[in-house]
């Protein structure tokens, strides 16, 4: 490893020591060697522009100086301002969600926003348009109102449609008379009813008893015109039975 001459030492050898000292970075003709030269050996604000390579200063002399920034020159200190941020400050990400702020024609969105305790008077029109609304306690409703028509058949506390109450009432089949209950008689056929003169022609009232009713029985209905007579059979009446 090479080295300097050490004092009071190295008799006879300095010059060897020291040649092969200087060697380690000189050339024979005492130039500096290439390549031994590094970023540590060069002192700051010594090196000149004409030693660094053309490309190196071809780069640097094809930038453009800086001649001022945002408008200001010398010792520049920018603000939010000067970059067209004037109504950006620097409070922080949960200051900011816990501030209190006035929104305009803003929309907030997202399931973490949530709005609450806002007052209905604070709401536009909205007082007025609830009062407008039917109570859903015994509301009294006007215009025509309408509500879906229930299955026919159907027997609950659900609403009855005039359209449901119109098919129930038309698709009623009224029951056989008995004895005992009320319900219709068909006449076997004209012939049946010919016979009959005089008061046994079947009108509104009791049916005589030449009808061949068993008991007091008394005509509800007649099905063709409140007469059976002079008519093709076979005839529906709806009668009361009698005991």
Do not use: C
């Amino acid at each position: 490893m090479t080295r300097l001459p050490i004092t009071g030492s190295d008799d006879n050898t300095w010059g060897t020591i020291l040649n092969d000292f200087l060697s380690v970075v000189h050339n024979s003709d005492g130039t500096i060697r290439g390549g031994v030269i590094g970023n540590d050996q060069v002192l700051d604000n010594t090196l000149a522009e004409s030693k660094l390579s053309p490309a190196v200063q071809a780069k640097l002399n094809a930038v453009s100086g800086v001649t001022s920034v945002a408008g200001k020159t010398g010792a520049v200190t920018l603000t939010s301002s000067d970059v067209g941020l004037g109504s950006v400050d620097d409070t922080s990400d949960a200051s900011k969600n816990s501030a209190a702020a006035t929104l305009t024609n803003k929309t907030i969105s997202g399931a973490s926003n949530t709005l609450s305790n806002i007052a209905q008077s604070s709401v536009t029109n909205l007082t007025a348009d609830l009062s407008g609304k039917a109570p859903t306690a015994s509301p009294v409703l006007t215009g025509t109102p309408t509500a879906p028509t229930a299955t026919a058949g159907t027997n609950t506390t659900q609403l009855a449609t005039t359209a449901f109450v119109t098919t129930a009432v038309s698709s009623a089949a009224v029951p056989d008379a008995t004895a005992s209950t009320k319900g219709k008689v068909q006449l076997a056929d004209s012939s049946d009813v010919a016979a009959a003169s005089g008061s046994d022609v079947l009108t509104a009232g009791l049916i005589p008893a030449s009808q061949g009713v068993t008991g007091i029985a008394k005509v509800q209905f007649i099905a063709h015109g409140g007469t059976v007579m002079g008519s093709p059979g076979p005839y529906t009446i709806i009668i009361e039975a009698g005991p």
